[in-house]
Nanobody, 129 residues
Framework: QVQLVESGGGSVQAGGSLRLSCAAS????????MGWFRQAPGKEREGIAS?????????YYADSVKGRFTISRDNAKNMLSLQMNSLKPEDTAVYYC?????????????????????WGQGTQVTVSS
């Protein structure tokens, strides 16, 4: 049974940083996909970063966060992280961790990946101007 639990959200001023973590208990897939999504009030859910869990560990970033956010995975701790720097008020949203057991690297990093398997409960990030 896979369970994803996010932590690390909070409130920060514009220009600040936050680090989100996602504890992925039970996730042991070597050819899957993990990533971060966010949803702001009144807006559609947006996939912002993903990482292939295979050997290469390739990543994808949405244009809205490229150069500011970094996704990483600690296999030993079974932890997914999102380092968010230079935060902007438009980054305010509920952030979700997601994972899929088996997914090709090309789809995982395509920007159109839609996880079918596992989701966290979400953590609020608020950036004030």
């Amino acid at each position: 049974q896979v369970q994803l639990v996010e932590s690390g959200g909070g409130s920060v001023q514009a220009g600040g940083s936050l680090r989100l973590s996602c504890a992925a208990s039970g996730y042991t897939y070597s050819y899957g996909c993990m990533g971060w999504f966010r949803q702001a009030p009144g807006k559609e859910r947006e996939g912002i970063a993903s990482i292939y869990t295979g050997t290469i560990g390739s990543t994808y970033y949405a244009d809205s966060v490229k150069g500011r956010f970094t996704i990483s995975r600690d296999n030993a701790k079974n932890m997914l992280s999102l380092q968010m720097n230079s935060l902007k008020p438009e980054d305010t949203a509920v952030y979700y961790c997601a994972a899929e057991g088996w997914r090709s690297r090309s789809v995982c990093n395509s920007g159109s990946w839609s996880p079918r398997d596992y989701w966290g409960q979400g953590t609020q990030v608020t950036v004030s101007s």
